[in-house]
């Protein structure tokens, strides 16, 4: 039996992560748009993982984001200083995610990676998921769930929002 | 459903369909743990009730688009379950909440889906309880609901007030609900001081639950507080960086002292990295969260309650600690002088807003010093009689008798 976990936007990777590990399926998937931007840590040791998207690279504010978590566990290093840094990395990191927001939008208009029917999220079901039953989808981005419908078409795979 | 269903007083089960966005799951397991107490305490009555709960799933800038609705529902028409998980007794309803929309958005998104959601697993008609004026309220107020009573809890409502909007609809929730309910009169005040005052005027105070089940109360004799206790999210925001620097004080004269903080946070790492500077480690005990079953060891094992959190809405913890009959050392926050009452100076010390690790540490010494004058009896007494289960179920079943 296997699980398979889409989150194309990783906001939501924690309860993702949370749902693989509270299942004893055998073979647990992950596919999101940039590996790279996904906290593979958090997730099982056995996951295995994949990436929609013909670029690996996540996007510039990501980049920036990891960049300042390296930071931020730097200056909590006790001191009231540390702590007003802290605070002013977090308040960064929040606007950079809504950079990322708004990049996504802009591409959304120009790529068509971020059409809802999302042919290249379809591409990965298709060849990572195999039809047998008691495959679950796990749909933690409702912006996927148009293309893992098209996808579960026809197949014996459950889909359901978590 | 089985139950006692006299205890209302007429001798009739109350439907109730409860609506929060808190509530424990497996992804948060502390989260709306005091709506689920009220959940119980409610069903313990007699009374039937069902939680709906609206989960925000983030969506990028503008309008969600029509084709994500609509697979939610072409998915829903052959498994409603799929859509709308139930977990832990409550039903999961997905909203799409598309970024930078605010309390407000929040507002529009619980609404559509809630409706969306009824669709396909209806309810039963009865009182609808929502906790949370924005968005909860007045998602439910916008989907026409009747016999609506709200209950305000959040802390961050100067944030909900902040926003362009926010105030005429807040006051469109309190003055359309059957009933308006805040936890303190504190937060009362706070949003009296926002909107009309004469629509302020009708709501009412029930305070949160305290279920003292789990937490012995034990007799402490006088002697140095020399182990502190705090329970609580570790977080710059409640107080925790005062509460290291107060205990580093007063471990300066006395080396035995021993502070044990229950509870996990963003700022754990700050305060492993300040107990490992100042020389605290061996002296400070991080436990990390634990079932609220155990929360009672641990009380039962200190000396005194140490709370600095500059701002609650209710402070269940100091109220639990008053409970076990610990000595409790807390800053004016407001929540803390609404819940606490009458027995203030029979339960420990409250602070001003302002006070620094040496006033803390005075605090502890004065109670130390005048410890006969404390009377943790009393305080178990007050906090059963205001803050009980079935008290508080109580208030809330006259509410709703009134309006059924």
Not at chain 1, 13 to 21: G, I, K, M, N, V
Not at chain 2, 270 to 297: P, T
Not at chain 2, 375 to 381: I, K, S
Request: net charge negative.
């Amino acid at each position: 039996m296997s699980l398979v976990a889409v989150l194309s936007q990783p906001l939501r990777q924690s309860e993702a992560a949370t749902f693989l590990r509270s299942s004893e399926a055998e073979r647990k998937l992950v596919i999101t748009r940039y590996v790279s931007a996904i906290d593979v840590t958090e997730f099982p040791s056995d996951t295995e993982f994949f990436s929609w998207s013909p670029s690996p690279k996540p996007p510039p504010s990501s980049r920036m984001v990891i960049g300042l978590a390296r930071l931020k566990r730097w200056v909590r290093g006790g001191s009231g200083l540390g702590v007003r840094i802290d605070r002013s990395v977090r308040s960064a990191e929040w606007r950079l995610r809504y950079l990322d927001r708004i990049l996504a939008v802009v591409e959304s208009r120009k790529d068509s990676h971020w059409d809802l029917q999302n042919p290249a999220l379809v591409e990965v079901l298709n060849s990572e998921v195999s039809d047998e039953t008691g495959t679950e989808i796990a749909v933690f981005d409702l912006f996927d769930l148009p293309a893992v419908l098209s996808h579960a078409r026809d197949r014996t795979s459950r889909v359901v929002v978590r | 459903m089985a139950g006692n269903a006299n205890i209302d007083g007429h001798g009739r089960e109350v439907k109730i369909q409860v609506v929060t966005p808190w509530y424990p799951d497996r992804y948060s397991a502390y989260s709306g743990i005091f709506v689920k107490k009220q959940v119980d305490a409610l069903t313990s009555l007699g009374h039937d009730v069902d939680v709906e709960m609206p989960v925000i799933y983030p969506a990028p800038l503008g309008d969600v688009p029509d084709d994500v609705y609509q697979a939610m529902d072409s998915l829903a028409q052959i498994d409603p379950s799929a859509v709308f998980a139930s977990e832990n007794g409550a039903v999961k309803v997905p909203a799409p909440v598309p970024s930078r929309s605010g309390d407000l958005g929040r507002a529009a998104a619980y609404e559509k889906s809630l409706a969306r959601k009824r669709f396909w697993m209806p309810i039963e008609s009865g009182i609808t309880h929502a906790h949370l004026g924005i968005p909860t309220g007045l998602a439910l107020l916008r989907l026409g609901v009747e016999r609506l009573v709200v209950t305000e809890h959040q802390s961050t409502l100067d944030r909900v007030f902040g926003q362009p909007g926010a105030t005429d609809a807040y006051e469109e929730v309190v003055a359309n609900s059957s009933a308006f309910i805040c936890v303190s009169e504190h937060l009362k005040k706070q949003i009296a001081s926002k909107i009309e005052p004469t629509v302020a005027e009708s709501i009412e105070i029930v305070p949160n639950i305290v279920d003292l089940a789990d937490i012995p109360f034990r007799v402490r004799k006088g002697g140095p507080l020399n182990h502190w206790l705090y329970i609580g999210t570790i977080a710059s925001h409640k107080g925790v960086e005062l509460l290291l620097k107060a205990f580093k004080a007063y471990r300066e004269t006395d080396r035995s002292a021993v502070l044990t903080i229950v509870g996990e946070g963003p700022q754990r790492p700050w305060v492993e990295r300040f107990a490992a500077g100042s020389g605290l480690s061996g002296s400070l005990r991080l436990v990390g969260s634990v079932a609220h079953q155990a929360v009672g060891h641990y009380l039962a094992d200190a000396g005194v309650f140490v709370h600095l959190s500059p701002a609650e809405t209710f402070g269940i913890a100091t109220i639990e600690a008053i409970g076990a009959g610990l000595p409790v050392v807390s800053l004016r926050n407001g929540g803390a002088e609404s819940a606490w009452g009458e027995f203030e100076t029979s339960a420990g010390r409250l602070l001003p807003q302002d006070a620094d690790a040496d006033d803390v540490v005075d605090a502890i010494r004065y109670l130390e010093d005048h410890h006969s004058r404390l009377d943790p009896a009393l305080g178990r007494r007050l906090v059963e009689e205001r803050y009980s289960p079935s008290q508080v179920a109580r208030s809330l079943v006259d509410i709703y008798e009134r309006i059924g």
